[in-house]
């Protein structure tokens, strides 16, 4: 402090100021510093309720309320995580990400599928050239297969007669039936393969076609509703009858 121009000023550093200023200056910041204050509140595990101008040590486990004086707005502030549930927390969120991104699948798919079936008719049509399609593929293991049966059965009934005529067995005939049975275990494995393809093939087309009523069903319930019409009847008529009520 020292007298300066028949005042007495104060020294702030290499700030100059008189005393009435430096009050005036230190009530305005007390004032800004009030006017921005943050009173937190909490219940701790206890029972005790706490109330500070900063986040309160005791209920880091818990939430805590914080009140902006200026505005009376209350946030929430949520308990600090541990790594266990930052890290849930991120799984959650990526499994929110995962679900989003597979309705979005769906939904493409779902197009798609309406697109190219205007009708179960065209659905059906599709199924049975691409099973046709199938069975031409293997057409070569099927025709060996099926001709191996037809020459089984004539051997069998060739020996079936020779027993009831009271002859001997065949020898060639039961060497012959040896050979096929022997050719019919290796052409096993493809023959499986060909049942797994259509299996597989009339699977997806089922779910498809299941899909595909479901969609049409939601379609027309949409309209019924926008339209205020009657719903339609529950059960499927046969062709020739009336739906039953």
Not at 98 to 126: C, M, T
Not at 131 to 160: H, S, Y
Not at 222 to 235: C, E, F, I, V
Request: proline share 5%.
């Amino acid at each position: 402090m020292g007298f300066y121009n028949g005042h007495w000023m104060l020294y702030l550093g290499t700030v100059m100021l008189n005393p009435r200023s430096f009050l005036l200056t230190l009530m305005a910041f007390s004032a800004a510093a009030a006017v921005q204050a943050q009173v937190y509140t909490c219940t701790t595990a206890a029972g005790r309720k706490i109330t500070a101008d900063r986040p309160i040590p005791e209920c880091m486990d818990r939430e805590q309320r914080e009140l902006q004086t200026s505005t009376g707005r209350v946030n929430i502030v949520k308990p600090k995580q541990t790594e266990a549930e930052r890290w849930a927390e991120r799984e959650a969120q990526k499994k929110l990400e995962r679900d989003k991104e597979s309705a979005l699948q769906q939904q493409r798919r779902d197009q798609q599928l309406l697109a190219r079936y205007p009708d179960e008719a065209a659905l059906e049509e599709k199924r049975s050239y691409l099973l046709a399609e199938v069975k031409k593929r293997w057409e070569p293991t099927l025709d060996e297969q099926a001709k191996i049966n037809v020459r089984r059965k004539e051997i069998v009934a060739a020996g079936e007669a020779r027993r009831k005529a009271g002859k001997a067995s065949d020898f060639g005939a039961t060497k012959e039936a040896a050979q096929l049975e022997r050719r019919s275990l290796q052409l096993q494995p493809m023959m499986d393969k060909y049942a797994m393809e259509v299996e597989r093939s009339n699977r997806e087309f089922d779910q498809d076609l299941e899909r595909l009523r479901y969609l049409r069903g939601q379609a027309q319930a949409a309209r019924t509703l926008t339209l205020g019409l009657p719903p339609a009847p529950s059960g499927t008529a046969k062709p020739g009858q009336s739906p039953s009520h």
